[in-house]
């Protein structure tokens, strides 16, 4: 009897242990799966949000480099505005192949098919509207220029559209990962109750692993969350992150009459840095910069670099409208001061563009565009200064 008892025992101990065992191996196995499950979709909705990024700043650029060139009145300028200009458009073909070359939803596919029918039909009179201003003479281009940037603007919202739809993916990909591994866990533990005494030690073992790997998944969303609204290179506030907080703040100057200010942030002369002493420097020196610019602005100002040189300041809850030179006079002093990086002495000035806040119906982009142009506006009036708009 003891014999019969102890093959019984050994049985059910062996049986359990297999269930136990199959169980545990299956549960891995699933949570591997929706880690490369997460992993490819965030990894494919990043490559497209790459590519739609550089669509949106080839959009822009060649906006920004058309109203430079009907204002510009040396020939030779003009036409290496020209050359940008279809240097950016040769850049917009490249990321839209490369976002058509990967795994796109219908959703994206609808909104894609959409931009290639405004491309297709506003394109050819962006080229002409270049074309023409490389022949003609010193005209009044104000009509066509305002309808070409209102063509560039749809475009635009176009992207964005993507841009947002991309991000909500994301959003929906992780939501979905943690959904799946909240069901592993639980039907895992139902199984641990019913064999708790007999696989009590390698329960605790599949607690831990899965503690781990639930940690693992909330750090990597946190990575994906902040690589998603912050500049890699600074640690500023990327520009997806800048439009949602400007329109919210154009939305209150509009409804509670409260000042505030945009700037751009154009440094000056910084190529040669580059040129000279290589792009490493050239990045620690655009880190410390950000560095210097957050210390002379609030916490609750909004600092973010666009791409290069540029960068974009958003002052909220001024006091008056005048608060807004005063940041600027601190940052011409703070952005013109000698820095030492590798031994090397390095000093730079800006040229800032201001658009005060008012209860005019602006967009995020048109408020950016317009400190842009004062950025300009300031440059070509021999920079290290600031310019109102």
Do not use: C
Not at 18 to 38: G, I, M, P, W
Not at 219 to 238: M, P, Y
């Amino acid at each position: 009897m003891q014999d019969a008892n102890s093959k019984i025992y050994s049985l059910g101990f062996f049986f359990l242990f297999l269930v136990f065992a199959a169980s545990s191996y299956h549960s891995y196995d699933l949570f591997s799966k929706s880690r490369e499950n997460l992993n490819d979709a965030t990894l494919n909705n990043d490559l497209q949000l790459s590519s739609v990024l550089k669509m949106r700043v080839a959009v822009r650029e060649r906006a920004i480099i058309l109203w430079h060139m009907t204002l510009e009145e040396d020939f030779f300028d003009r036409d290496e505005l020209f050359e940008k200009f279809y240097h950016y458009g040769a850049e917009y073909k490249k990321a839209r192949e490369q976002f058509l070359n990967l795994d796109n939803s219908s959703d994206e596919a609808s909104l894609f098919k959409a931009l290639d029918l405004e491309t297709t039909a506003r394109a050819p009179v962006l080229r002409a509207f270049a074309d023409r201003l490389m022949v003609e003479g010193d005209e009044d281009y104000t009509d066509e220029l305002n309808g070409t940037l209102t063509d560039q603007i749809v475009v635009a919202q176009i992207l964005d559209k993507l841009i947002a739809l991309q991000q909500h993916q994301n959003n929906l990909a992780r939501k979905s990962s943690e959904k799946e591994i909240e069901d592993i866990l639980s039907n895992q533990i139902q199984i641990m109750i019913l064999i708790f005494f007999f696989g009590f030690i390698f329960a605790g073992f599949v607690i831990n692993s899965s503690v781990r790997q639930r940690k693992e998944l909330e750090l990597a969303n946190k990575k994906l969350e902040i690589q998603a609204s912050h500049d890699s290179l600074t640690g500023l506030v990327n520009r997806g992150y800048l439009l949602k907080q400007l329109e919210m703040l154009l939305a209150n100057v509009q409804r509670h009459k409260r000042n505030g200010a945009v700037m751009f942030i154009d440094l000056d002369d910084f190529k040669p840095i580059n040129d000279n002493y290589g792009h490493r420097v050239g990045d620690q020196y655009l880190k410390l910069l950000s560095d210097e610019m957050l210390k002379v602005i609030r916490q609750t100002d909004i600092l973010s670099r666009l791409g290069g040189d540029e960068f974009i300041l958003v002052l909220t809850d001024l006091e008056s409208k005048e608060d807004s030179l005063i940041v600027a006079e601190k940052l011409l002093e703070t952005l013109s001061n000698e820095y030492v990086i590798n031994n090397l002495i390095l000093q730079t000035s800006a040229s800032i563009g201001i658009y005060q806040l008012n209860d005019a119906q602006v967009s995020a982009e048109e408020a950016i565009i317009l400190a842009d142009q004062a950025m300009y506006k300031a440059k070509k009036s021999g920079k290290n200064q600031y310019s109102l708009i």
